[in-house]
C-alpha cells in the first residue's frame, strides 16, 4: 500500500503541479472564506444607516394608524347612535365618559352610545380611552355630549379633531352636519372641506 506522499509525488510529476504551488492553493482557499474586518465594519455601517432612516418611518406609521384607529372608532359610535335613533324612534346619546358607563370627563377619556337621552339608563355602546399623549377636542363649541333625535339629526353641527405630539399637521378630523350627516376627512390635517384643520 503506498502511502499519501508518495501518491501526491506521483500526482505532481503526472500533473506538472509542484507541492509549493499546491500549498498555494490550498492557502488561497482557506483565506477566501469569512469576511475581513473592513468588510464587517462596511455591513455594520451601512446597517445602522438603513435602521436610522426605517425607524422614524415606522413610528409615523405607528401613530398615523393610531389616530385613522381612534377617529374610526368614533365614527362607528356616531353611526351606531344614528341607526339606533331612527329604529327605536327615540333619542340616542353619544358623550365622553370615564367610567364606561355613564356620561362625564372628557373625550379622550373614552365615551358611550346610550339611551334614552338625557337619563342615559341602558349604555349600547362603550369605547375605551384614546392613546395616552392623543387628544380628541370638540371644535365648534367644546360639547361633550350630543344627541341624535329620531329622525336621525342632531339639530347642530360638531367637529371632532384627533391629534397627537406631531401637531394639527397630522390630526384627524370628523364632522357631523346639521341633518345628522357623519364624515371623516379624507387627507390628514384636513377638515372635510379639504381646507386645513385650524386646531388641536
Not at 455601517?45 to 398615523?64: C, E, K, T, W, Y
Amino acid at each position: 500500500m503506498r502511502s499519501t506522499s508518495a501518491t501526491e509525488t506521483r500526482i505532481d510529476i503526472l500533473t506538472g503541479a509542484s507541492s509549493a504551488h499546491r500549498l498555494a492553493c490550498r492557502r488561497g482557499a482557506s483565506s477566501s472564506a469569512g469576511f475581513t474586518l473592513v468588510e464587517l465594519m462596511i455591513t455594520l455601517l451601512v446597517g445602522a444607516i438603513l435602521l436610522g432612516i426605517a425607524v422614524p418611518s415606522f413610528r409615523n406609521f405607528v401613530q398615523d394608524s393610531r389616530l385613522t384607529t381612534e377617529s374610526n372608532s368614533l365614527v362607528y359610535s356616531l353611526n351606531l347612535a344614528r341607526s339606533e335613533a331612527v329604529k327605536s324612534d327615540g333619542s340616542v346619546e353619544v358623550c365622553a365618559s370615564t367610567n364606561g358607563t355613564s356620561c362625564g370627563g372628557l373625550w379622550a377619556s373614552g365615551w358611550i352610545v346610550c339611551t334614552p337621552s338625557p337619563d342615559c339608563t341602558t349604555v349600547l355602546q362603550a369605547s375605551a380611552p384614546i392613546a395616552t399623549g392623543n387628544t380628541i377636542s370638540e371644535q365648534i363649541s367644546g360639547a361633550t355630549m350630543l344627541n341624535f333625535l329620531s329622525n336621525g339629526q342632531t339639530g347642530q353641527a360638531y367637529q371632532f379633531v384627533f391629534c397627537d405630539n406631531r401637531g394639527v399637521s397630522v390630526g384627524r378630523d370628523v364632522e357631523i352636519d346639521l341633518i345628522g350627516r357623519i364624515e371623516a376627512a379624507q387627507n390628514a390635517g384636513q377638515q372635510v372641506s379639504g381646507a386645513a384643520l385650524a386646531g388641536c
